[in-house]
């Protein structure tokens, strides 16, 4: 049984900034009872840990993932366990989150943080969206975007068109790394210039 822990954050939220929604740190924290499944208090940053009757499917959480030696995003399943962990430059909606506020205080935190953003988001019918950082905090979107995820384990990056979910390609195919807030093409055949040398 995971006991009620609470963890604290190295980054914060603030919705007075702004920007930061949700914070989770890069440092490795385990307790007694091992790697813990952990649930965000926008209000605060803090992170309470819960245990696994408590996880609600399709909702994103923070835990533990032993390949990547470090705590990271993803969205738990209905068979129980978790789906590909969400890289930097992911986009989601603040509501598939599993937060300890209620839905009517998040609306609230999001819409502080959206400022100007929110006026406009409202008259183009568009939805506010959050982003991962590469310093794996999240950020509300200032601007119009997609549902899109960069799976850190596969290197693929995913979009949402509709209800349609498409692998993002490039000339040479599938994987991508992020660098300096972008997305660059990874080449896992030799440019043909480099045949033969």
């Known amino acids: 049984m995971i006991h009620r ?3 604290r954050t190295m980054g914060f939220f603030l919705a007075g900034w702004g920007l930061a929604w949700i914070a989770c740190p890069t ?3 385990e307790s007694d009872a091992g ?3 952990r649930r965000p208090d926008p ?3 803090n992170f309470y840990a819960i245990a696994a009757d408590q996880i609600i499917p399709g909702k994103i959480y923070s835990h533990f993932n032993p390949a990547h030696g470090r705590y990271v995003w993803a969205y738990a399943l209905p068979e129980g366990g978790f789906g590909y962990p969400l890289g930097p430059g992911s986009t989601e909606l603040p509501d598939h989150f ?3 506020t209620s839905a009517t205080e998040t609306q609230a935190l999001i819409e502080s943080a959206a400022g100007s953003w929110l006026q406009e988001s409202a008259r183009e019918a568009s939805k506010i969206w959050v982003r991962l950082g590469a310093d794996n ?3 509300v979107v200032q601007g119009r975007t997609i549902r899109s995820h960069f799976d850190l384990a596969t290197g693929r990056r995913w979009e949402w068109h509709g209800p349609r979910r498409v692998v993002v390609g490039h000339l040479h195919g599938y994987l991508w790394s992020y660098r300096e807030n972008d997305y660059e093409p990874v080449r896992v055949w030799p440019h043909l210039s480099q045949l033969g040398k």
């Open 98 to 100: 599993d937060v300890t």
């Open 27 to 29: 440092a490795v924290a």
């Open 35 to 37: 790697p813990v499944v």
């Open 43 to 45: 209000r605060t940053g």
């Open 5 to 7: 822990t609470r963890i």
């Open 137 to 139: 905090k999240w950020q």
